[in-house]
T-cell receptor
Framework: DAKTTQPTSMDCAEGRAANLPCNHSTISGNEYVYWYRQIHSQGPQYIIHGLKNNETNEMASLIITEDRKSSTLILPHATLRDTAVYYCIVPQGGKLIFGQGTELSVKP | DTAVSQTPKYLVTQMGNDKSIKCEQNLGHDTMYWYKQDSKKFLKIMFSYNNKELIINETVPNRFSPKSPDKAHLNLHINSLELGDSAVYFC???????????????FGEGSRLTVL
């Protein structure tokens, strides 16, 4: 089962794009990458997931490298409300295992 | 309407007591989960039920007993509470697992349990 590594923390200026990297070098061919976030004192919130192709929805874009060993979550125009812990997850045995995530601080 | 709702949101109790946390989802999902988030903020899966049947049971003390009366409800009962049980407990639901692994999980707002 694949595990993920993410930077512990990142800062981003309000209105700029936030690019959150994730390494999952041991991912196998049929494993998806999921992204969630947890805003302080709230439950985790699903953002996006992907397998091979880049994905985009109303919240974010997910860029997956061709070898699938890493991915980047992009928040195109970060706002103060995007300050949260962002989790990159490859399900293990059908379970979402949350690591420490990246604490993103969006600053004015 | 709240998709995944948990009650109570806050619970303060003494060591040794027995308490329950209730969870209900109105999304029509097949699968429900309990997660625990401790003071270090790590989220750990505890249990998962699919159509009222237990499918995931992590190494959780047997003082914790989930009960699913129907697929819209998954309650968590904790016996003989200990200080280490203090945490935020999150309920979640999703469609039955598909080829994507787990599908999208919808989480409740959490229930903060404090054991004194």
């Amino acid at each position: 089962d694949a595990k993920t590594t993410q930077p512990t923390s990142m800062d981003c200026a309000e209105g700029r794009a936030a690019n959150l990297p994730c390494n999952h070098s041991t991912i196998s061919g049929n494993e998806y990458v999921y992204w969630y976030r947890q805003i302080h004192s709230q439950g985790p919130q699903y953002i996006i997931h992907g397998l091979k192709n880049n994905e985009t929805n109303e919240m974010a874009s997910l860029i997956i490298t061709e070898d699938r060993k890493s991915s980047t979550l992009i928040l195109p125009h970060a706002t103060l409300r995007d300050t949260a812990v962002y989790y990159c997850i490859v399900p293990q045995g059908g379970k979402l295992i949350f690591g420490q995530g990246t604490e993103l601080s969006v600053k004015p | 309407d709240t998709a995944v709702s948990q009650t109570p949101k806050y619970l303060v109790t003494q060591m040794g007591n027995d308490k329950s946390i209730k969870c209900e989802q109105n999304l029509g999902h097949d699968t429900m989960y309990w997660y625990k988030q401790d003071s270090k903020k790590f989220l750990k899966i505890m249990f998962s039920y699919n159509n009222k049947e237990l499918i995931i049971n992590e190494t959780v003390p047997n003082r914790f007993s989930p009960k699913s009366p129907d697929k819209a409800h998954l309650n968590l009962h904790i016996n003989s509470l200990e200080l280490g049980d203090s945490a935020v407990y999150f309920c979640a639901s999703s469609w039955v697992r598909n080829s994507a692994g787990t599908g999208e999980l919808f989480f409740g707002e959490g229930s903060r349990l404090t054991v004194l």
